[in-house]
């Protein structure tokens, strides 16, 4: 069985979730500044102006699967491309602070799912260039 681009973006939106779940749970707003900047844009109560915010990111993820990615419209290339470049950051950013600080840093234990993900999705990506969309 081959895996398709369609399965691997539904995997990136799936670790996207499990992602912001354990950014959450180890509280990322309480030790990374912008984290703790932009959930306070959404709320005075930093865990809540997290949650909203990563909810919001999370239920974005999913509708660019479904309408974007999984029916192929034609804008799904760069959909794929945004997301996996934004993604593939996400994941490098999550392990070098973690390596940085030499401890835990929240979100580093899902991090290498975002960065397989989006490797083998920019890898298609690559390979699709002035060809067809095929899925």
Do not use: C, K
């Not at 681009?5 to 539904?10: K, Y």
């Not at 979730?17 to 709320?43: K, M, N, Q, T």
């Not at 760069?78 to 490098?92: C, K, Q, Y």
């Not at 401890?103 to 397989?116: C, D, K, R, S």
């Amino acid at each position: 069985m081959q895996i398709g681009t369609s399965e691997l973006f539904l995997g990136l939106a799936i670790s996207r979730a499990a992602h912001s779940i354990e950014e959450f749970y180890f509280r990322l707003f309480d030790v990374f500044a912008p984290a703790r900047y932009l959930s306070g844009l959404i709320s005075e109560n930093l865990a809540l102006g997290f949650a909203v915010g990563n909810a919001l990111v999370v239920t974005f993820a999913f509708w660019t699967y479904f309408f974007r990615v999984r029916p192929a419209v034609g804008s799904a290339t760069a959909w794929i491309w945004a997301w996996s470049l934004v993604e593939l950051g996400n994941g490098i950013g999550h392990i070098f602070f973690a390596v940085d600080a030499g401890a835990y840093f929240p979100g580093v234990y899902t991090a290498p799912f975002l960065l397989v993900f989006s490797l083998a999705l920019l890898y298609w990506a690559v390979r699709m260039v002035d060809r067809p969309l095929v899925y």
